[in-house]
């Protein structure tokens, strides 16, 4: 069962992802992101954008295979919350879900990473959040930079992910990981 913090962050997510804002996830949303972040980081050539595309892409892809239960190529917000609790109980069984969600750090990683130096700094971050519509990337991220490095790391994105899903602490600095939860 999910906790109520929990819920906010699971319903804060998907309206995030929603990007037409019609209440399904559905590929169209992805398609719309890759742009919308290409846009954002001023991407013009056409095979940076092809690659853009797909990275996000494959996260689409991941997504509907975990989350839409009935199959119909659309994430409802009551399959989405659904998945968020097969997460809680894939890491009470400890059935590799964590690891799951460190590969998704990873992929978040390699998305907003724009220079592939395997650090994110403050404006690659400011740039990922945008594209989200999510606001206070400043906050966010120094909520993230654990250590005040200047940059999050991948151990800092595999922390907060894992904060995201699972933290019922609203203190947790990985619940900002996609702007302030409403």
């Known amino acids: 069962m999910l ?3 929990q819920e906010q962050k699971a319903t804060h997510y998907f309206n995030l992802i929603d990007e037409d804002g019609n209440g399904i996830v559905e590929v169209s949303d992805f398609a719309l992101r890759a742009q919308r972040l290409a846009e954002t980081r001023g991407v013009a050539e056409e095979e940076r954008k092809e690659a853009l595309r797909d990275l996000v892409m494959r996260w689409w892809d991941h997504i509907s295979t975990v ?3 009935d199959g119909d190529a659309r994430i409802t917000l009551p399959e989405w919350k659904a998945y968020w609790r097969s997460i809680q109980r894939g890491v009470e069984k400890d059935d590799n879900t964590l690891h799951t969600l460190q590969r998704a ?3 978040t990683l390699r998305a907003v990473d ?3 130096d395997g650090r994110v700094t403050a404006d690659e971050y400011a740039d990922w959040l945008s594209a989200w519509g999510a606001h206070e990337s400043d ?5 993230l930079d654990r250590g005040s490095k200047g940059y999050l790391t991948e151990q800092d994105l595999i922390v907060a992910v894992q904060e995201f ?9 990985g619940n900002a990981l996609y702007g302030p939860v409403s």
């Open 165 to 173: 899903y699972l933290s019922d602490d609203p203190a947790a600095p």
């Open 3 to 5: 906790s109520d913090l």
């Open 67 to 69: 989350a839409d239960f």
């Open 105 to 107: 750090a990873r992929g």
């Open 114 to 116: 724009r220079t592939g």
């Open 139 to 143: 906050e966010a991220f120094r909520q």
